[in-house]
């Protein structure tokens, strides 16, 4: 155990330069996405090996929360297209118990959704106690291309007089108090906002042009959205700045170098179990009693 606490402290010191629980002062700007910490590029294998410990910690943090069934985790991931948001999810939660966990992911509201409140359809997805849930994408989707695309606000049948020039305020305020009613109801929320270049998008982007196997990953739409990039860098600023708190900080993760990313996740969400003070259920005499007449009956048996 001591071990284990020596890791864990290691890893919240690693992630705390990412953390935001505060967003009067922050500024994109001041994140490099290509940033690799202490870490060089020939580090790179040492990394990896660093994440695998992780994920084998992470599967023990998440056996106990899965058997203390008091606490659950909500994991939020939002990034432009082909920051890696699939991958991390993919890698970091590997060694997780999928009993344990569910992912969701969040495309272009239907006719169904549209009928409810833009936060409905993330409401009912919530993670139950014990266990993980993962949104790629979410709620936030509604105050980034929302707000770079604004015609998308005149296909939810607001009515009219409601879409007023404070709607975003008003949306940060809304999912503010969200976060805090689940943390006040033992869902603990982390976020995760993939901070990927400008540039390193378009290697990406003309790497699935030009590989037959990851030509199903390109999307033609996706490309075309590169030329709302500053939009989309002050949505995600402000984002950012209004719904950053204690209970559910964004942690800004440099994207350009896929390998640090998943490090700087996977120490997030050790760091989030660990401070939940997970541990299995202790049962009480009546049970230990139980057990050992239990244990001599079947050692009994012939």
């Known amino acids: 155990m001591k071990n284990m ?19 009067k002062k922050f500024r994109l700007k001041d994140c490099d996405p290509a940033d690799t910490a202490h870490f060089k590029s020939e580090d790179k294998s040492h990394a990896k090996e660093l994440l695998q410990d992780g994920i084998e910690l992470l599967a023990s943090l998440q056996d106990m929360l899965y058997a203390q069934d008091r606490w659950a985790l909500l994991l939020i991931f939002q990034a432009m297209d082909a920051a890696g948001k699939d991958g991390a999810i993919k890698h970091v939660m590997s060694g997780i118990n999928p009993q344990g966990c569910e992912v969701t992911s969040f495309k272009a509201p239907g006719p169904i959704e549209l009928d409810h409140d833009y936060m409905w359809r993330s409401n009912i997805c919530v993670p139950e106690r014990g266990r993980i849930g993962i949104f790629n994408r979410s709620y936030y989707e509604e105050v980034l291309v929302a707000r770079v695309h604004p015609e998308v606000i005149q296909h939810q049948k607001i009515p009219a007089h409601l879409v007023t020039k404070n709607i975003w305020s008003q949306r940060y305020e809304d999912i503010s108090n969200f976060e805090q009613y689940l943390s006040c109801n033992g869902v603990m929320t982390r976020k995760f906002y993939l901070n990927l270049s400008k540039d ?5 982007f003309l790497e699935r042009v030009d590989n037959p196997d990851k030509n199903w990953k390109f999307s033609a739409s996706d490309a ?25 900080p964004w942690y800004v993760v440099p994207a350009d170098n896929k390998w640090f990313s998943r490090l700087v996740v996977g120490a997030a969400i050790i760091e989030a179990l660990a401070s939940m003070k997970v541990s299995y259920p202790k049962v009480d005499k009546a049970k230990l009693k139980e057990l050992e007449e239990t244990k001599k009956m079947l050692l009994a048996e012939k």
């Open 5 to 23: 606490e020596k890791v864990i402290k290691a890893t919240r010191d690693f992630v705390a330069p990412y953390r935001v629980t505060n967003g």
């Open 224 to 248: 075309k959205e590169r030329a709302f990039w500053k939009d989309y860098m002050e949505a995600y600023e402000d984002m950012i700045r209004n719904t950053a708190t204690d209970y559910a």
């Open 200 to 204: 390193e998008q378009k290697r990406r």
